[in-house]
T-cell receptor
């Protein structure tokens, strides 16, 4: 079974500063993908960034980067230059090769950006 | 291009009733997955359909069922509704099974 743990229920960051949202995972499948999603109050899950288990480099997408430490089974999301519009719920998720249609999610971190 | 669309956006039902939620995937996407998100928690996997066949099922009772149509749209049915079924129901589509999944805005179901 797969498990995602997000230990920060809520985080605050000052506008224009960087913030790191923590995610640890557990799986016995050697082939997997890690995802981060943003969920505003409207409810839609917005894909942010993806990291494959065999990727040698950390993924980056604009202001988002994923700090992937395979040995520690962590996949932290770093948001640089925070904006007020970044205030939302953030979910870490995993899919494994042997059950590729299913995403396992953590319980999320609520990020609040202060002006 | 249209994203994943779900209908209705909001729904109020009475305990014991039945409900049908609908999902239209992104054009060309053949895989549809359903998730239940209870307030304050992450989404929980309910079903995945690929090429009109059920390919995965989460830990949900038989009151939950789904199907996928030839145009790859999907319906989620829940019978004998319980108060605990109140949640945001999310649909996600992907091109094939193991690629990036895109989510709809969800259907917010309230059971009273």
């Amino acid at each position: 079974a797969q498990k995602i743990t997000q230990t920060q229920p809520g985080m605050f960051v000052q506008e224009k500063e960087a913030v790191t949202l923590d995610c640890t995972y557990d799986t016995s499948d050697p082939s997997y993908g890690l995802f981060w999603y943003k969920q505003p109050s409207s409810g839609e899950m917005i894909f942010l960034i993806y990291q494959g288990s065999y990727d040698q480099q950390n993924a980056t997408e604009g202001r988002y980067s994923l700090n992937f430490q395979k040995a520690r089974k962590s996949a932290n999301l770093v948001i640089s230059a925070s904006q007020l519009g970044d205030s939302a719920m953030y979910f870490c998720a995993m899919r494994v090769r042997t059950n590729a249609g299913k995403s396992t999610f953590g319980d999320g971190t609520t990020l609040t950006v202060k002006p | 291009d249209a994203g994943v669309t779900q209908s209705p956006t909001h729904l109020i039902k009475t305990r014991g009733q039945q409900v049908t939620l609908r999902c239209s995937p992104i054009s060309g996407h053949k895989s549809v997955s359903w998730y239940q998100q209870v307030l304050g928690q992450g989404p929980q996997f309910i079903f995945q359909y690929y090429e009109k066949e059920e390919r995965g099922r989460g830990n949900f009772p038989d009151r939950f069922s789904a199907r996928q149509f030839p145009n790859y749209s999907s319906e989620l049915n829940v019978n004998a509704l319980l108060l605990g079924d109140s949640a945001l129901y999310l649909c996600a589509s992907s091109l094939v099974q193991n690629t990036e999944a895109f989510f709809g805005q969800g259907t917010r179901l309230t059971v009273v």
